[in-house]
């Protein structure tokens, strides 16, 4: 027997305003996300400001991402 059902071509549904308004959001927060160098310059400070004392560059280092990732999540949400 033959298939005699007939088959329809789906048109692709329009695009919502909501999602560009999410995509441009997210792109706005991959931007902000600060670089290796940012997150370099704002330990060694750390670094500096305590008297240059090894064994503890880790803790700058996580210190400054934090501080850092918390800035730009600011000027993202205002």
């Known amino acids: 027997m033959a298939d005699t059902t ?8 329009p695009r919502s305003a ?10 706005a927060a991959i931007s902000s996300k600060p670089t290796r160098e940012e997150i370099e ?3 060694k400070s750390y ?17 400054a991402e934090k501080e850092l990732l ?3 999540s600011a000027k993202t949400a205002s």
């Open 6 to 13: 007939k088959k329809t071509k789906i048109t692709a549904k």
């Open 18 to 27: 909501t999602t560009k308004t999410t995509t441009k959001k997210a792109n």
């Open 41 to 43: 310059r704002l330990a």
């Open 47 to 63: 670094w500096a400001a305590r008297g240059r004392l090894d064994g503890y560059a880790e803790q700058d280092w996580l210190r």
């Open 70 to 72: 918390k800035a730009a």
